[in-house]
């Protein structure tokens, strides 16, 4: 920054807006460096907003939350117009759809344990087993699951050896085109089981993975952070207590909320077809609400955002 610029801001006449879109943890990548920054140019914490989409962050002095994926994926899809537009009330072939594409320790685990309890075959099922670095670390470290099960290593390293699972012929950049919509996995399936971007306590983060069922009028459960539907019901969604226990979504602890979500998971892969029929009457005009009220206009989410950066 030039120094006139930068008088200016000591002065108060602006502030520095970082807009990030990803729900990371702050500490340290985040703090660590806006302190970093803050000392080399003489400036304090007030002088700076920080716009994310953690919204364990919402509080934080400076920090202001943001649903970016909800936004953009809605915007995306009202130009597309290419989702699932009716509720399939009738028997349908598969009792899940799970679609993971990068590779993580927790979402090894998760999925392998569908692997283990013979599930794989009851949905649509995909691991592909995609690998990329990122800085983040926390509950992708194996060393914070060693104590989860006994003969956890041993079977994460037979799931290794199935990988890659797959249910479609798209090419791994294909699996990250929001636009393309495989009406199948939402009409041919009960339930969603959703494997988020995090699972830690220290984020609390919804991506387009939790918004495609919303937005395709299908059922499902957030492998994720804590506090998750919690987050979409703040946002203005209704979830599924009714007729699934969603108590998982309170464990703080990550060993209770994966062995609740793996509980969840089987049991709703051994229900019979005529108990999910009958589910799927009674969550459709839950499903029809989600799927209007993300569909509509979210001028006012941009509205609350323009207004918190005000000063």
């Not at 051994?270 to 609400?289: E, G, N, P, V």
Request: hydrophobic residues 35%.
């Amino acid at each position: 920054m030039d120094p006139t610029s930068l008088a200016r801001l000591k002065r108060g006449d602006f502030r520095i807006l970082f807009y990030y879109s990803e729900g990371d943890n702050p500490d340290p990548e985040i703090y660590t460096s806006m302190d970093r920054m803050l000392q080399t140019h003489g400036l304090t914490l007030d002088q700076v907003k920080f716009v994310t989409a953690n919204y364990k962050l919402r509080n934080k002095p400076s920090f202001v939350y943001f649903p970016d994926d909800e936004v953009y994926y809605r915007y995306l899809h009202i130009l597309e117009n290419n989702y699932v537009k009716e509720h399939n009330p009738q028997k349908r072939n598969k009792k899940f759809t799970c679609l993971i594409r990068a590779d993580k320790v927790w979402r090894k685990i998760y999925a392998n344990f569908i692997y283990q309890l013979q599930l794989v075959d009851d949905g649509y099922f995909s691991y592909t087993g995609y690998k990329y670095e990122t800085s983040h670390c926390g509950l992708d470290d194996i060393d914070q699951w060693q104590d989860y099960d006994d003969t956890l290593v041993p079977d994460l390293l037979g799931f290794e050896l199935q990988i890659p699972f797959k249910c479609d012929e798209l090419s791994d950049n294909e699996h990250n085109n929001h636009k393309l919509i495989d009406h199948k996995f939402y009409t041919d399936a009960y339930f969603n089981f959703v494997v988020e971007t995090h699972f830690d306590n220290d984020t609390c983060f919804l991506t387009e993975k939790t918004f495609k069922p919303i937005l395709n009028l299908q059922p499902f459960i957030i492998a994720g952070n804590p506090g998750s539907l919690a987050l979409l019901k703040d946002l203005g969604y209704k979830t599924f207590e009714d007729v699934i226990k969603e108590s998982y979504d309170l464990h703080t602890d990550h060993r209770k909320r994966m062995s609740e979500l793996i509980k969840i998971s089987y049991d709703l892969c051994k229900l019979s077809d005529t108990h999910h029929m009958r589910i799927q009457s009674i969550l459709a005009d839950i499903l029809q609400y989600n799927q209007k009220h993300f569909l509509a206009p979210k001028a006012n989410r941009i509205n609350k955002l323009l207004n918190e950066l005000e000063y």
